[in-house]
């Protein structure tokens, strides 16, 4: 079990949409430096979860918490407080057509710092060297392929070395290749930074990759049904919806 700290605590949230309830009685923690991913079939509530995570939709009823902040209650400014310690990468990558690379990652860093131009473009040259970009600042996201936007993607989300980083279906839309490379950047996020990594995803490769934790939403009983790695949870769960999810393709010799 990872001692860390707990970065997120979910007490008791309910999802809904006015009198259409999402997902209920939601409680779990995500620990600091951990790979967490938020898991089950289409539908069931997995990125309307990650937006309450973020503040971009309210919780019907409970609390989130970061650290012991209480997200849920705290007003604007303390929203804001927390939220710049969070980096977002959403499932189409949310590139700015009209900028090059190093436009847009430098954007957040002219958003919210005071840095000087020839320290923003060090910092920006060196954010997408970490994710394998370097000599691409100049081109346009219609330059470059589908893996290499989700990159650049993460590169803007690093810009201000966020403490946590959400990523929505990362694997969505991507080649098996661009999804493995984008596997082991996330890997390596981790393991040289320190980054709490939390992954909404229903792809099994990398869910298997990646995960250290993990909650599997379940549409029907509108619940969570199973926690924990899900390595561990492949070999000792007997759900049959998670059994039949995590068995779908996976390859045991992979």
Not at 52 to 66: C, K, P, T, W
Not at 88 to 103: D, F, K, N, R, V
Not at 163 to 169: M, N, P, R, V, Y
Not at 176 to 185: A, E, F, N, Q, T
Request: proline content about 4%.
């Amino acid at each position: 079990m990872n001692s860390h700290p707990t970065v997120i605590s979910v007490h008791d949230v309910d999802l809904a949409y006015g009198n259409f309830v999402v997902m209920r009685h939601l409680t779990f923690d995500i620990k600091r430096g951990e790979i967490f991913v938020i898991m089950g079939g289409s539908g069931c509530g997995k990125t309307t979860l990650l937006k309450h995570l973020i503040g971009l939709q309210e919780v019907a009823s409970g609390n989130i918490f970061y650290g012991k902040q209480n997200f849920t209650k705290a007003d604007g400014d303390e929203r804001k407080a927390i939220l710049e310690k969070v980096g977002i990468l959403y499932q189409a990558g949310a590139l700015w057509s009209s900028m090059t690379l190093a436009e847009n990652v430098a954007l957040p860093l002219q958003e919210y710092t005071g840095l000087s131009d020839a320290d923003i473009r060090e910092i920006v040259s060196f954010k997408l060297s970490l994710v394998g970009l370097r000599g691409f600042e100049d081109f346009y996201p219609a330059e470059i392929s589908g893996g290499m936007r989700k990159r650049a993607g993460l590169a803007r989300a690093m810009a201000l070395d966020p403490q946590i980083l959400f990523f929505d279906e990362p694997s969505s839309g991507l080649d098996p290749i661009s999804s493995k490379r984008l596997d082991d950047l996330i890997l390596q996020l981790k393991e040289c930074l320190g980054t709490t990594i939390v992954v909404v995803t229903h792809e099994l490769p990398s869910i298997f990759a990646i995960a250290d934790n993990s909650i599997f939403l379940d549409a029907e009983s509108k619940t969570i049904i199973a926690e924990g790695n899900p390595k561990d949870l492949l070999k000792n769960s007997v759900d049959p919806k998670v059994v039949h999810f995590l068995k779908r393709t996976y390859n045991k010799n992979g």
